[in-house]
């Protein structure tokens, strides 16, 4: 028991060791928009877990006294047209959009990395099944079909998530089963077969782990499309419904004072863009360093 | 001088890298003069192609941070845009390493040709519309024009039948005709200088033999400047009037080819002589260069090669290192003259150390004994054949095509012997090799390890599996990069079973055989050098004590010194462990160093199999014949023999009858109709109807 | 294989593929919380439907037949053009979706021309000036243009051009002006991500060694730049612009609510809204059988402009 635990302890150790001193971690970091887009999506994080906390008032709590009012002191971003804080609103916002952007990822990742891996290693007609099934959700336009799947559901948030889960699995398949076809021709996996390795042990032990760059990437990447996703839904009216503090609604309530009081569509607009952002620029940070087939080596002359 | 066409002054070239500044060229000095062949060599990161990359002005990334370079009188370091592509158009032409990658997939031969005939013949502006063949802007007919002598130009460096290949786009073309395109592109500007960077190095012996020849006749008859950038001295030997070896950025030597072959003045060029295979006797040990190559971001003083050199004083450590010149035009030597002027013996390399046997065991029955062992592996009528027909239309039309990989061999491994399996690339050579290790199903035929008929690898069970190991070609791809080297070799160890403490102790020992250290044990792949991926392959492949390990190309993508440790490692672990070895390669030096037999294969056949003395000393097929021939020869005064002539038919359509025929000087009518049956003849068999042995053969 | 092999197994799959996007389209109406007759009658007489209504109108539109029977005379009658009528205009959904489909066009070819013209050059001027403040900038956009929400791009616009400078219509559709906003709007997003694509594929093209060779002959840098290495580095944009134009459909939906654009998006989210199935089913039909068909051109197209791939000679 103690020997495992020093082997797992040792093993971390060589882990961190690795991460810590690896050229990837140092390029990473040399990047100075990788570093921006970590500080935003870690800005975001703590303020969705915190975000209650450090609120300077109830998101819901109307004052029709201080409708409209513009940024202030008191109200760094104004009030709304029911006299709400929308700094409040937006800090509740990012609780909720984040959480919705981890769960619908994590549905698609899940789900889609299993077929893809399956689809890869099983082959023949298991793969020709599952890639037409691939084709299928990928003829249709995402939003367009999420749109439908929620408007006939019924609008609500827990819909919009079923619908946007259900719409984004394909391209998480289809990477892992490429990844999984291109890896088990390498020597390496063929040495492995001929030395008598067990199937579900290359899948676990040289397939997965040489796949796992990409989902990550294609993942932070994924987080900003699913929030832009949601917002849109709510935007049109599907997804969450008044007096909810979602991002999307918020910008389309305001757009009728666009004139008027212009903090009102602005704030969530910007909420939005900076967050995406932020999932973009770390996107690409990790690419960098996790995707092999885009893994810039040194060039070395000779 | 007037016959001085480039001259290189003290040139430094540096790369800004995440790791740090990359001192690619410090100090480089050279001349070639109008008309003459001089050879660059060094191994990978000496800096030879940087240097050369410099002269037509495509050191980007790199800069040139000081020193000249002119070329027919213009400094190349300070010339405008405009001047850079005038030299580029007139004077010199550069021919590139890999013909797979050095033309354009887009556009078919003959425009890339024509386009540079093109600029080299209108000098004034050239006009991006006219270029991209938008008609208002650009003449048709002038443009046929120049695909017409386009033609002539394929046809000049040996490209058959150039008529119907000028629309041919590079995909369609094999490696040794996409080369030639390339230095019909260099040559269609008709320059006064050459640069060929490593320009046969991606091709098999006799496209290699062909195109030297080309480049010899070229510049016999035009009277142009080539500088031969290359790692192989065979080579530099075959075709250079003179010589420049470079190690870590610096010009170590330079001098006529005859004078630094035979009488090597720096302790780098007689090291790197030294651990030729062609140069040792069969079975004796290759001497090595003990270290490495510094690392190339690393601050330095004194001699690049002075941590690896067994004269190396303080003195080369830490001062700079003048450049003497010899005698009687017989170039220089940049070290402490001490060093090369003392002795023309150097004492007992390092490489072989006394507490190894000087000879490896060679298995003391020589096979062709009348009373042999059964065989580890035996081949019995082996063919593999793929089809082609994919699609439903051609399947409809019963199109059904056929690429015969491998056809009909028969053949067996003994225990403890080394068989070498030779031939150019797509002769099926790693086919076979697959279908003994099992990632293959042979089509007919049966494979029999240890005396019983074998699978694919799902078929076999664990004990088939552990007596036969296999190391790739590849560094870059044969070990997981997300496993540590403790992690990869004790892979096969767990897969039978082994608890951890057992597989360490294991993992231990296996490092120590291959020549790593303990330290290395918990390394990441992108840690380790090409030499030591290997090494670690070598000990996976080990690990389970097998009697026969595939050697898929071992040392092909390493550099010579590196290639020469490795091939000892080799040795030592067949004497200790009885191993025997298939060891497939394309390099012929090679082979004959480590092979006790050899079986020669063609378009997927066998044509010659024997001992490895017999077969190089007397080979009886016509093909091994060209193969040996087509070997660049280290004496500076032979030249290659008749190499072979056209290019080798697609193994989808081979010849009627022998397969060989249509390119054997040989050849009759009877070669066409009948298949040659299998001859023995003495201890070995040829696949021919005129092998015979020499009158000297009993 | 032959060109003719691949574009039979092309068609097999595109047609494959289109008859499950019709089981997908058909199978929408049961996701519907409750008994889809009932709710049809509902959403038609606008009051709950009787118990003897509800039989009836099943009787009457072939609902008691097993399911897969009903999805066969669903498709045959989409097969012959009829795909239902409106529950609430008696259009036909046909007449609907053609007098639509051509805002709709109008609008995604704008939004490509308008993204083609920003990132062809800035994607090339990017990559030729790896590192430049033009690299930078065209980086930095492109990010934004990513990150940013259409529809508050959109008030955006509308904020800046008719409000404050009293240039370009809030709303409609009809004129040349009133396409501009839109399509700036729905272009940008692909302008941005196709800036960036054809950036990483010049830089990756720039470093192949054929564009050494054509430096090495004495080319202007303009020619290998532009003949050379954008030739080759358009390839893979082609496959994404195909892909694009799905965005562009999915952005077309906001971007036309919020413009007031008859189009498809503006169809499609009142029909969800009123439950109008016949039209909703309709138009993600149409939607998704033109983005089968725009691929399908697409990956011939790619195969024309590769030689590699337009042979089939996957050489070995």
Known sequence: MIGRFEALVAGLRRRYRAVRTSRATAAFFANPLNVIGLVIVATLTIAAVFGPVIAPYDPTSQDLVNRLQPPTLAHPMGTDQLGRDVFSRLLYGARLSLGIAVAVTVIRLVLGTAIGLLAGYAGGLIDELLMRLVDVQLAFPGLVLALVVAGILGPSLRNVMLALAVVGWASYARLVRSSVLSTKEREFVQAARLMGVSRHRIAIRHLLPNTIGPIIVLATMNLGTVILGTAGLSFIGLGAQPPTPEWGTMLSTGRHHLRGAWWLANAPGAAIMLTVLGFNLLGDGLRDVLDPNHDTPLEKPT | MDSTLLSIDNLHTQFQTRNGLVRAVEGVSMTVDQGEIVGLVGESGSGKSVTARSIVGLQDPGEIVRGSIHLDDVAVTDATDRQLRRLRGD?????????????????????????????????????????????????????????????????????????????????????????????????????????????????????????????????????????????????????????????????????????????????????????????????????????????????????????????????????????????????????????????????????????????????????????????????????????????????????????????????????????????????????????????????????????????????????????????????????????????????????????????????????????????????????????????????????????????????SALDASVQARLLNVLADLQADLDLAYLFISHDLTVVEHVADRVAVMYLGELMEVGPADRVFDRPTHPYTKALLEAIPSLEPDSSTGTSLEGTRPSPVEPPSGCVFRDRCPMAETDCAETDPDQRRLGPGRAKCHFATTDASDP | MTAYDYLASRLTTSLAVTVGVSLVTYGLIFLTPGEPAEIILSQQLGRQPSAAEIEAFRAENGLNEPVPVQYLNWLLDVCRGDLGTSYYSDTPVSTLIVEALPVTLELALAAMVVALVISIPAGVASAVHQGSSIDYASQLGALLGVSMPNFWLAYLLILLFPLTLGVFPVAGAGSVGHLVLPAITLGTGMAAVVTRLVRSSMLEVLDEAYVDTARSTGLRERIVVYKHALRNALVPVVTVLGLQLGTLLNGAVVVEIIFQRPGLGTLLVDAVFERNYPVVQGVTLVTAVVFVVTNLVVDLTYRYLDPRVRLGGETA
């Open chain 2, 91 to 555: 004077t010199v032409s550069m021919v590139f390493q890999d013909p797979t990658e050095t033309l354009n997939p887009v556009f078919d031969v003959g425009e890339q040709i024509a386009e540079s005939i093109k600029v080299h013949e209108e000098p004034g502006p050239q006009r991006l519309l006219e270029y991209l063949h938008l008609p208002p802007f650009s003449s048709r007919s002038e443009w046929r024009e120049y695909r017409e002598r386009a033609i002539d130009l394929m046809e000049q460096v040996g490209i058959a039948s150039p008529a119907d290949r000028v629309d041919a786009y590079p995909h369609e073309l094999s490696g040794g005709q996409r080369q030639r395109a390339g230095v019909a592109i260099a040559l269609a500007s008709d320059p006064d200088l050459v640069i060929a960077d490593e320009p046969t190095t991606a091709l098999d012996a006799t496209t290699q033999a062909q195109l030297l020849e080309r480049f010899r006749q070229y510049n016999a008859e035009r009277g142009t400047a080539i500088l031969l950038i290359t790692h192989d001295l065979g080579v530099v030997a075959e075709i250079c009037d003179r010589v420049v070896v470079m190690y870590a950025g610096e010009v170590m030597e330079t001098g006529p080819t005859e004078r630094i072959l035979e009488d090597p003045r720096h302790p780098y060029t007689k090291a790197l002589l030294e651990c030729l295979p062609q140069r040792v006797d069969r079975e004796s040990r290759l001497p090595t260069i003990d270290g490495s190559v510094p690392e190339p971001t690393a601050d330095r003083a004194g001699c690049p090669f002075a941590p690896r050199c067994e004269y190396a004083t303080a003195a080369c450590r830490d001062e700079e290192v003048p450049t003497v010149a010899l005698a009687d035009d017989r170039g220089s030597v940049t070290c402490v003259e001490s060093n090369w002027s003392e002795s023309d013996t150097p004492p007992s390399r390092t490489g072989a150390p006394g507490a190894r046997s000087e000879s490896t065991a060679a298995p003391e029955s020589a096979p062709g004994d009348s009373d042999r062992p059964s065989p580890i592996v035996e081949l019995e009528g082996v063919s593999r054949h793929y089809s082609l027909a994919s699609g439903p239309i051609e399947r409809l039309l019963g199109d059904d095509d056929t690429l015969r990989a491998v056809d009909g061999v028969d053949l067996e491994i003994q225990a403890g012997e080394t068989l070498a399996l030779v031939g150019e690339s797509g002769c099926g050579k790693s086919t076979l090799a697959s279908l003994i290790t099992g990632l293959e199903r042979p089509t007919t035929g049966t494979v029999r390890i240890d005396g019983t008929p074998v699978g694919s690898v799902a078929d076999r069970d664990a004990a088939t599996l552990t007596d036969v190991g296999v190391v790739f070609q590849d560094p870059h791809s044969s070990l997981n990069p997300r496993l540590t080297v403790e992690r990869t070799i004790g892979e096969p160890l767990r897969s039978v079973g082994w608890n951890r403490p057992r597989r360490t102790d294991r993992v231990r020992e296996l490092l120590d055989r291959v020549g790593l250290s303990e330290q290395q044990a918990t390394s990441y792949p992108h840690e380790l050098s090409g030499g030591q991926i290997q090494r670690v392959a070598i000990a996976r492949a080990i690990a389970l004590d097998p009697s026969l390990v595939v050697l898929d190309e071992p040392v």
